[in-house]
């Protein structure tokens, strides 16, 4: 069972356009965070949401963690090929194992130039 | 600042044998965590440590996935007798309590091909 749905699995879009990576749940959390990783690496961190309704922009990439913080949202403005790879969402739940977090199953973005 | 390291980066073993995966945290980190990823799925958490401890093992196939950190900083995993569905990317992650969130930081990971 995924807490975490995300969507859509996979996008592929050529350099210059717009997209929008959701991720969603029936649980609350205590913070949202946002990893991408490339093909034989481990995921980076790129941004934590910890507040409900927060948004927050790295350069061309805009996160929003909804307001009853069960759901993200991750947009891209402008994308680029290197852009290109996987992401994934992690929701903290401090309520139980301190630290733990449950990953959903990302989303493979492709970028055409 | 060093990375989390992981060794060996590949592994093909044939099903029922043995495998061991190892990982050196980054340094001063207390939380060390263990993670199975298969293709096409977000990594799962399989055993966390905190220090020398098992905080969670509750998603640990413990009858052929067994774990341990000793000393507090370096941490193995073993699988014993492997299966052809434990083929997958298997990582290891580290953090620090200090910060108010569980930020993770992963290493490269070791692709596990059973075969």
């Known amino acids: 069972t995924q807490l975490l749905e995300q969507s859509p699995q996979f996008l592929s879009i050529q350099e210059g356009e717009n997209l929008t990576v959701y991720c969603n749940s029936s649980s609350v959390f205590s913070s949202l965070q946002w990893y991408r990783q490339e093909p034989g690496e481990g995921p980076v961190l790129l941004v934590t949401?910890?507040?409900?309704?927060e948004v927050k922009k790295l350069k061309r990439l805009t996160f929003q963690f909804g307001d009853a913080r069960k759901d993200s949202s991750l947009h891209i403005t402008a994308a680029q090929p290197g852009d290109t790879g996987l992401y994934l969402c992690?929701?903290?739940?401090?309520?139980?194992?301190?630290?733990?977090?449950?990953f959903g199953r990302g989303t493979q973005l492709t970028v055409w130039p | 600042e060093a990375g989390v390291a992981q060794s060996p980066r590949y592994k093909i073993i044939e099903k029922r044998q043995s495998v061991a995966f190892w990982c050196n945290p980054i340094?001063?980190?207390?939380?060390l965590y263990w993670y199975q990823q298969i293709l096409g799925q977000g990594p799962k958490l399989l055993i966390q440590?905190?220090?020398?401890?098992?905080?969670?093992d509750s998603q640990l196939p413990k009858d052929r996935f067994s774990a341990e950190r000793l000393k507090g900083v370096d941490s193995t995993l073993k699988i014993q007798p492997a299966k052809l569905e434990d083929s997958a990317v298997y990582l290891c992650?580290?953090?620090?309590?200090?910060?108010?969130?569980?930020?993770?930081?992963f290493g490269p990971g070791t692709r596990l091909t059973v075969t």
């Open positions: 992650a580290s953090s620090t309590r200090q910060a108010l969130t569980s930020e993770q930081y």
């Open positions: 440590f905190q220090n020398n401890g098992v905080v969670d």
């Open positions: 949401v910890v507040t409900g309704g």
């Open positions: 340094s001063g980190h207390a939380t």
């Open positions: 992690a929701g903290e739940d401090r309520g139980s194992t301190l630290g733990r977090l449950y």
